[in-house]
């Protein structure tokens, strides 16, 4: 089983940016797709971000334009580049892998369609 680490969150202003990291234990850590996911309280864990093993990406409308989602195969670890960033942003971020083959053109699946999901890390942005 892959494991997976998140860091790079923190508390930013309105407008300010983030560049989110999961590294995996090992490579490759998923063939098929990978996701950036975030839950604040009270509310659903939603899918925000997708990337297949094409490279092909898929976003919420509420980040497109703003968040992108990449992978360093180098290093073994998947990003979430986070600019103009909202209070609404404010959040904990997971990333998962090892999710459906197929996660493009919009679709992004649920969390728990994932085999490998990290434990987390948070997002706070003051207006």
């Known amino acids: 089983q892959v494991q997976l680490l998140e860091s790079g969150g923190g508390s930013v202003q309105a407008g300010g940016s983030l560049t989110l990291s999961c590294t995996a234990s090992?490579?490759?850590?998923?063939?098929?797709?990978m996701a950036w996911f975030r839950q604040v309280p009270g509310k659903e864990r939603e899918g925000v971000a997708a990337i297949d093993r094409f490279g092909h990406t898929t976003y919420i409308d509420s980040v497109k334009g703003r968040f992108t989602i990449s992978e360093d195969n180098a290093k073994n670890t998947l990003l979430l580049q986070m600019n103009s960033l909202k209070p609404e942003d404010t959040a904990m971020y997971y990333c998962a892998s090892n999710g459906p083959t197929f996660c493009s053109g919009g679709y992004i699946p649920v969390w728990t369609a994932f085999t490998s999901r990290g434990q987390g890390t948070q997002v706070t942005v003051s207006s």
């Open positions: 090992r490579y490759p850590y998923s063939t098929t797709c």
